[in-house]
């Protein structure tokens, strides 16, 4: 087996190991166990876990190709983006808390999302810090929302109890604080029936406020 096939083997089980208990949990030891091999002997393939994660995250940005020729319009082009961003990080929680847009992470399939994101609007009249901050605001809201994920499949796995079941066991120290009155618009929202507090709901709504204010943006130029 070459190396590089070697590294991709080591990667994907971290990669098992993180999707199943979080980043966290992850250790070079762990890895090795999961393996079967001697701890040093992943250092012959990777530096460090920071290396190994990198790894990881490339793997990760490689799933699912990007369309060519992609769908025609910006607008299709960055919500096609976005969703494909979503549904990566519902298979990998712990990705949202590799990526960074301050300091990002420079592999080859994280960054042919930036340049999809930029494509998408350039050629449009728009200048570069524009480009640059569609392409930024629109990645950064996905993984915004994508942070929740990994913290809450952890709650899940330590207490048992789902997010809906936590609100609902909640309720009482709700019912406390409202009826102080301070919070008297919050108090009746929270206290409406059939309130969605679904992540993938709330990702669409956010998706589409976006895209619609982008839209207002672009046509003013």
């Known amino acids: 087996m070459s190396d ?4 991709e083997r080591i990667a994907r089980a971290a990669m098992r190991i993180a999707d199943a ?16 091999v001697a701890t040093m002997s992943l250092y012959r393939h990777v530096r460090d876990k920071d290396e190994l994660v990198l790894l990881m995250t490339d793997l990760a940005y490689g799933e699912d190709g990007l369309p060519d020729p992609p ?5 299709a082009q960055l919500e096609l983006l976005a969703r494909l961003e979503w549904a990566l990080y ?11 847009f301050t300091r990002p992470v420079m592999v080859p399939n994280a960054m042919a999302h930036t340049e999809w994101a930029m494509r998408a609007v350039s050629g449009l009249g728009l200048d570069a810090n524009t480009v640059l901050h569609i392409g ?38 709700f019912a406390e604080v409202f009826a102080s009155g301070r919070f008297p618009v919050l108090g009746h929202v929270l206290t409406q029936p059939g309130l969605d507090f679904d992540l993938d709901t709330l990702f669409a709504f956010g998706l589409r406020g976006l895209l ?3 839209a207002v943006l672009i046509g003013r130029t």
Do not use: C, F, K
């Open 4 to 7: 590089e096939s070697e590294r």
């Open 21 to 36: 208990e979080g980043l966290a949990a992850l250790s070079m030891r762990r890895l090795a166990a999961e393996l079967g």
């Open 71 to 75: 769908p025609p319009g910006w607008r």
């Open 90 to 100: 519902r298979r990998h929680p712990w990705l949202a808390q590799v990526v960074s």
């Open 136 to 173: 930024t605001a629109l990645t950064a809201y996905v993984r915004g929302v994508a942070v929740n994920l990994e913290s809450e499949a952890e709650a899940r796995q330590d207490t048992g109890v789902d997010g809906d079941e936590w609100i609902r066991a909640q309720e009482p120290s």
């Open 212 to 214: 619609d204010g982008l």
